[in-house]
């Protein structure tokens, strides 16, 4: 076993780990990143295949709040590289439509296809806006819609199924986790990073290494220290089960909320109201994902296909049937040359929501059978959509909530952390434990990528105080 001390020492390398570490490395005090698997970036990841053959892990689209992030916490060429999706298509039972995702767009939407007066248009728009953490949180987005849009299931699958997407969130969650992602997102439409992901994570990396963080990779943390209530180290396993003890007096997780309370961790250091109210929080769910590879040179027809296209056979919209293994709805991200540059081949990637227990426990068999149906039917779907797809595709693989159990560790494959009870239980790690902080996708602060990135930031800064705190 090998020791060693650091200030701050950061469990998990999703962005809000990477945000945290980078902060406090360019404030001075010596940080450790600890990831468990062989890349960096959590779900902001990447994969190869042969022939040059690369994908984003999933469809990556983020407000244009994310711009502001990066330049300030990471660096100027990191947002020089954020660009707008602005084809983002829907095709389902009850509609078929194109926009830029703004609210000036979709005002005009909502007046002029759907019926809406512009008064209740704008109204709904203003109350979505102002909503807050502070917000009652008894009001469920159905009726936040009820309010403003009473038996218009039309309007409301407009209005909420991107959002479900973005951050799992459903029509029995709190209105406020809605509304805060919906005005993200209606500020300036859907950005993402131009160049890949790969290339996002790497810039980010020797960000890092310039402030001095250590990396250590393949470090999977099986035990947070904790004395007298007090954090004093972490020690990982290594494959060799080689063991490696680091010393600290300050742990940020970036890990799973409830794995690292009751795995790293464990029950018996917490206070028992403080665990009955981690026991409570519930995980969202997972997700499925279908990669395609089209053949060099052939070029999807962008105004076909657009950039985000939620497609549906649905009658309705339904935030369990978004959840249902017999799948009706996906979401297609269109990867063209120019979003990734210097190169002559185009992606597909689709997701659907998912269920972990849907398809954990099942046999081998069952398993390889289910997965090659969903390729086989997404091909299908998606075939409406590229006429030409079947002879043009170079390679597809599917994923599963278990595939990504296994390559990020969240409990159940979760794709957004926890619901939104989660955000009290992780801000108050640091009261029951000195020195234990926590971030990551719990309480849907926002979306996906910025979410987690602002998330680090606001980790970051509480860390600081306490290591301030501690030297005077």
Request: net charge positive; glycine share 6%; aromatic share 12%.
């Amino acid at each position: 076993m090998t020791t060693s001390n650091f200030d701050v020492i950061v469990i998990g390398s999703g962005l809000a780990g990477m945000t945290a570490a980078n902060i406090l490395g360019r404030t001075g005090y010596r940080v450790l990143l600890l990831e468990q698997h062989y890349q960096l970036g959590g779900l902001a990841a990447t994969f190869r295949r042969s022939d040059g053959i690369i994908f984003d892990i999933s469809l990556h689209g983020f407000p244009v709040g994310m711009i502001k992030s990066c330049r300030r916490y990471w660096n100027p060429a990191i947002s020089d590289r954020i660009v707008q999706l602005p084809k983002i298509k829907f095709d389902n039972p009850q509609f078929q439509l194109e926009t830029t995702f703004d609210r000036d767009d979709f005002t005009r939407i909502l007046i002029e296809k759907f019926g809406i007066a512009h008064e209740t248009v704008t109204a709904f728009f203003d109350k979505a806006r102002s909503m807050s953490h502070y917000d009652d949180q008894s009001l469920t987005a159905n009726e936040l819609f009820n309010e403003f849009f009473p038996n218009r299931l039309d309007v409301v699958r407009l209005l909420m199924e991107p959002i479900t997407y973005a951050n799992g969130s459903t029509l029995n969650d709190p209105a406020l986790t809605y509304g805060i992602v919906f005005s993200n997102f209606m500020s300036k439409g859907v950005y993402t990073f131009q160049g890949g992901t790969d290339l996002l994570i790497n810039m980010m990396t020797k960000e890092l290494q310039k402030n001095n963080v250590i990396i250590q990779k393949n470090s999977p943390v099986r035990k947070i220290h904790v004395e007298n209530g007090k954090v004093t180290g972490v020690t990982i396993r290594k494959k060799n089960n080689e063991e490696q003890h680091f010393h600290t007096k300050t742990v940020l997780s970036n890990a799973n909320l409830k794995g690292t309370i009751f795995n790293m961790i464990g029950r018996e250091f917490f206070s028992r109201p403080f665990i009955e109210q981690a026991e409570s929080v519930r995980l969202n769910n997972s997700s499925t994902q279908v990669y395609i590879a089209m053949k060099r040179g052939f070029i999807i027809d962008e105004n076909q296909c657009g950039d985000l296209l939620f497609t549906s056979t649905a009658p309705v919209f339904d935030s369990a049937k978004l959840l249902d293994k017999n799948i009706t709805s996906r979401t297609f991200s269109f990867y063209y040359p120019k979003t990734r540059p210097n190169t002559d081949r185009c992606y597909v990637v689709s997701s659907t929501n998912a269920l972990f227990d849907d398809w954990n426990n099942l046999p081998k068999q069952e398993y390889n059978k289910r997965k090659t149906d969903l390729i086989n039917q997404t091909i299908e779907r998606l075939k409406k959509y590229i006429p030409e797809l079947i002879q043009n595709i170079e390679y597809v693989e599917a994923a599963t909530p278990k595939t990504f159990e296994r390559y990020t560790e969240h409990l159940n494959g979760a794709s957004f952390g926890t619901k939104y009870e989660g955000l009290a239980v992780s801000r108050n790690l640091s009261n029951e434990i000195n020195g234990l902080f926590h971030a990551g996708s719990v309480g849907i602060i926002m979306s996906g990528w910025l979410g987690a990135v602002n998330y680090g930031v606001i980790a970051a800064n509480n860390v600081d105080a306490f290591l301030t705190k501690g030297k005077l």
